[in-house]
């Protein structure tokens, strides 16, 4: 059972123009979520996070918007570079029992020259 | 400050044998986790520790083991590897539960 789904395996954006990258999840005891973004042949690098108790949260050119009765969270990139090209990674935590972090399964994306 | 590191990069196995995948971070992390990442599956949570000396199952753990003799370290094990274990294994490691991971490289193993 996918707890954290990405259901968009891929995403191909002109350069300039906004990447709305989507991500749903179904437990309601998550009240973390992060967005990871990973190249190829390398780790995942944290980008972003949100807390459950807020519904937006901003740093440059990447936002991430929570909305917690559709259990859904999505990051925009504003505006797309061709260095964004890599596979997107959210993320969430739940406090109920231990610290554990579920991933979803990627969306790559691909920003257009 | 090197971060993580895993040790190797690159593995080939036959079925049957064993290994042990090294993972090491320097910035005095207590969180230490094993993934692995499969097409279309994303990562899933192998093994942590929430501490030296301290080791826990996460979601796929069966084929594991893992050890947690040092703080810095972190090993996974695997005793007779399968060719269903073939994967990039990523190691994490953060500071406490609740705090942002820090992944390594990854270690692509083959095992035919």
């Known amino acids: 059972d996918q707890q954290v789904k990405q259901n968009s395996p891929s995403l191909s954006v002109q350069e300039g123009r906004i990447s709305i990258l989507n991500c749903d999840y179904t437990?309601?005891?998550?009240?973390?979520f992060l967005w990871y973004k990973k190249y190829p042949a390398e780790g995942p690098t944290f980008l972003i996070s949100?807390?459950?108790?807020?519904d937006k949260n901003e740093d440059g050119r990447f936002t991430v918007f929570l909305n917690k009765s559709a259990k859904h969270l999505s990051l925009h990139i504003v505006p797309s570079q061709p260095g964004d090209s890599a596979v997107y990674f959210c993320a969430a935590r739940s406090t109920s029992g231990t610290y554990k972090y579920i991933f979803g399964t990627g969306t790559r994306l691909k920003v257009l020259a | 400050n090197a971060g993580v590191t895993q040790t190797p990069k690159f593995r080939v196995l036959k079925t049957g044998q064993s290994m042990t995948l090294l993972c090491a971070q320097d910035?005095?992390?207590?969180?230490m986790y094993w993934y692995r990442q499969d097409p279309g599956m994303g990562l899933r949570l192998i093994h942590y520790s929430v501490g030296e000396g301290t080791t826990a199952k996460g979601e796929v753990p069966d084929g594991y083991n893992v050890s947690r003799l040092k703080k810095q370290n972190f090993l996974l094990g695997l005793e007779s590897a399968a060719p269903s274990q073939t994967s990039v294994y990523f190691c994490?490691?953060?500071?406490?539960?609740?705090?942002?991971?820090?992944f390594g490289p990854g270690t692509r193993l083959l095992v035919l």
């Open positions: 437990n309601s005891m998550f009240d973390y």
């Open positions: 910035m005095n992390h207590e969180y």
């Open positions: 949100i807390s459950s108790i807020k």
């Open positions: 994490a490691s953060s500071y406490s539960g609740v705090q942002t991971q820090y």
